[in-house]
Nanobody, 123 residues
Framework: EVHLVESGGGLVQAGGSLRLSCAAS????????MCWFRQAPGKERKGVSC????????YYVGSVKGRFTISSDNANNTVYLQMNSLKPEDTALYYC????????????????WGQGTQVTVSS
């Protein structure tokens, strides 16, 4: 069974940076896609960035492109999200998700989820 554990969230001023980590265990194949989703209070969960770990393809939604960078350490089954130039609208609970393939930005296509890590950006 796949388990995901996020870390690295916190409080940061606008323009600052945070680096989120997602440590995965229980992978039984080498072609997992891992993603970061985020959810603000009262809002639906939205995709942020994904990476295909085997192919190292990366995907970003337009609102974070150029500011966020996703990367992976495949040997340790860990995915990172480097977030720079943070804005108050980035404030959300950030979740790590995984599936056996890249499935787009629909949260319901992903099979495994972490518990979330809170990112709060003050202005």
């Amino acid at each position: 069974e796949v388990h995901l554990v996020e870390s690295g969230g916190g409080l940061v001023q606008a323009g600052g940076s945070l680096r989120l980590s997602c440590a995965a265990s229980g992978f039984t194949r080498d072609d997992y896609a891992m993603c970061w989703f985020r959810q603000a209070p009262g809002k639906e969960r939205k995709g942020v960035s994904c990476i295909s770990m085997y192919e190292t393809k990366t995907y970003y939604v337009g609102s974070v492109k150029g500011r966020f960078t996703i990367s992976s350490d495949n040997a340790n089954n860990t995915v990172y999200l480097q977030m720079n130039s943070l804005k108050p609208e980035d404030t959300a609970l950030y979740y790590c998700a995984a599936a056996t393939a890249w499935r787009g930005w629909n949260q319901y296509e992903y099979d495994y989820w972490g518990q979330g890590t809170q990112v709060t950006v003050s202005s």
